[in-house]
């Protein structure tokens, strides 16, 4: 019996998770409903795409400080992003100085930080994904992938998880 129980949780947390699913087909001859448990492996994958196909149809925007010691750490990570991947990156910096590793960096707005800040307190540096200006598929208006220093294999298992979350619609 307690085997049994746990195999109820276990399916029980395993449903709720959205790792297994259960579909009740009735059959032609029968008046009762019968259920078929779908493991991942019966669900058709969806098409996995390389960070280099995430970066010709989103952009990546930074949020930097020149006076922030830890923006100062997290430039190269994401240049090394740009010139692996292909992304295109939007630089927006606090204070009076522009980074001097983007120096077509844009001084940030209100109606940025607003965008990009709406429910949480401003922190450099920020990263955040969004859909390139044409881009035919589900627009995204923006992902924080990363608030604070991380290091290139951080942000790029970032990318990959979000890429592949069904709830993340890239």
């Not at 019996?1 to 395993?14: D, F």
């Not at 995204?140 to 990363?146: A, F, I, P, R």
Request: glycine fraction near 4%.
């Amino acid at each position: 019996m307690i085997i049994q129980h746990s195999k109820t949780a276990i399916k029980g947390l395993l449903i709720s998770l959205g790792l297994l699913a259960t579909y009740p087909l009735v059959h032609a001859n029968t008046q009762h409903d019968q259920t078929i448990d779908w493991s991942a492996s019966h669900i058709p994958e969806t098409p996995k795409i390389t960070l280099h196909e995430l970066a010709t149809t989103h952009d990546l925007v930074l949020f930097t400080a020149a006076n922030c010691h830890f923006c100062k750490q997290f430039l190269p990570v994401v240049q090394q992003l740009v010139a692996e991947y292909g992304f295109t990156v939007q630089v927006f910096y606090f204070g009076n100085e522009k980074p001097h590793a983007f120096p077509a960096a844009q001084k940030v707005s209100e109606a940025l930080i607003a965008r990009f800040y709406a429910n949480q307190p401003i922190s450099a540096p920020l990263l955040a994904l969004y859909s390139k200006p044409g881009y035919q598929g589900k627009k995204l208006d923006y992902l924080t992938v990363q608030v604070g220093l991380a290091s290139i294999e951080t942000i790029v298992n970032k990318l990959k998880q979000m890429m592949h979350e069904p709830n993340e619609s890239i």
